[in-house]
């Protein structure tokens, strides 16, 4: 593997001596501003606005969270309460904070809680660095990709998981064109993937999330077009079912119409072999407004009523390989599941 230093440049969760500060994704791509976060408050509020965002990230920012509560001497159930009702459809945000709660159970003091936490983080990044390598291997040379949302170093410890496997394969030359799918209403492919993109000098074209299906039909059988449709997830269910970022689901209903194959990258804290499948896992439904305005700007006549779910499920048998750090899943359903990843 060619080096991916400078693919891994961007880092949207530091601890600066004692300070949590998280690359507000609101403002960009045109701003770089970072929030300070003092308390376990001031991270629930910016996993809440979005202001750090992406499944693994937010388990990370959460765990630093609870290090804040515990140099501030807060009460570590308030604290950890709080963090974990930021967002519901992410596993990795539980899955840290039961992390860190058992080490407060086990008496864990504050400089304990950091390591702990830093550890979380240095393996999220490990993590994704073995990902990119497992999921380019299964590309063929000369591939184009199509992605979702925002998978990258903004949404992990560095580096990225469906973004990561783009940045690998592009790196060794499977892939030589990558599609990126403008994520409404957040617009996370539009300001997120493409300024990451760009910024490695990946060649990418934004599309509108709804031209996704004319895509594949136009483009599959081009050299350099859309072979492998590749994406995160914030939460896969025993059954391989998964989450994702609402939008998630049609493509992968597209892909399997079109002959184009579907990969799902994510690393083992966002499998959740507690919830049996998809239709366990609790959709993020957010406000109306992310709908009925753009930039701030009201786009719909007044008194109309919208639906906002955040996330959508795609089941299992639509999914050609889940990559995890701890192998690749092909066709995945239960058994697959539980062989690479235990109980
Ligand atoms: O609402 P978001 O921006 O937090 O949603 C993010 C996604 O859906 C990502 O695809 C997922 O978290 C995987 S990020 C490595």
Sequence with gaps: MPSLEHHDTIRAVAWDAGILR???QRRLPFIETYLQCRCADDVAVAIRDLA???APAIGIAAAWGVVLAARRGETFAAAIATLRAARPTAVNLQWAL??????????????MLEREAQAIQAEDLAANRRMGELGAALLAPGSGVLTHCNTGSLATAGFGTALGVIRAGF????IVHVYAGETRPWLQGARLTMWELQRDG???TLIADSAAAHLMKTRSNTAGAVQWVIVGADRIAANGDTANKIGTCQLAICARHHGVKFMVVAPSSTCDASTPSGDRIEIELRDPDELLSMAGQRTVVSGAQAWNPVFDVTPHSLIDAIVTERGVIERPDAARLRAVLGA
């Design 22 to 24: 998280l690359l507000d």
């Design 52 to 54: 750090v965002r992406g």
């Design 98 to 111: 039961d992390r860190m709660h058992t080490r407060v159970a086990e008496g864990a003091d504050a400089d």
């Design 171 to 174: 790196a060794c030359g499977k």
């Design 202 to 204: 990946i060649p990418a």
